[in-house]
Nanobody
Framework: QVRLVESGGGLVQAGGSLRLSCAAS????????MGWYRQAPGRQRELVAA???????NYADSVKGRFTISRDNAKKTGYLQMNSLKPEDTAVYYC????????WGQGTQVTVSS
């Protein structure tokens, strides 16, 4: 059974930084793409950033230049470094692994105060 556990969320002031982590329980981590999504109250879940098994990345326009996605396959862990946070970044952030079959973490709350 694949398990993804996010951590690193919290409350931060606008302009601050947070680093999210996603620890995977599966050896298939290294051969799968992974991504970070977020969902704010009353809104649909949206892609924030994604990284392929080979390290290629893509970002939502709203976070380009502020967020960085990375992965450590040896540790089976993915990361999302979030800088220059804005109140509109407030959401529950979810880690996703896979493509045709996808797995989700339980989410971690990020709250940015103005």
């Amino acid at each position: 059974q694949v398990r993804l556990v996010e951590s690193g969320g919290g409350l931060v002031q606008a302009g601050g930084s947070l680093r999210l982590s996603c620890a995977a329980s599966t050896i298939i981590f290294s051969i799968n793409s992974m991504g970070w999504y977020r969902q704010a109250p009353g809104r649909q879940r949206e892609l924030v950033a994604a990284i392929t098994s080979g390290g290629s990345t893509n970002y939502a326009d709203s976070v380009k230049g502020r967020f960085t996605i990375s992965r450590d396959n040896a540790k089976k862990t993915g990361y999302l470094q979030m800088n220059s946070l804005k109140p509109e970044d407030t959401a529950v952030y979810y880690c996703m692994l896979g493509a045709s079959v996808v797995y989700w973490g339980q989410g971690t709350q990020v709250t940015v105060s103005s």
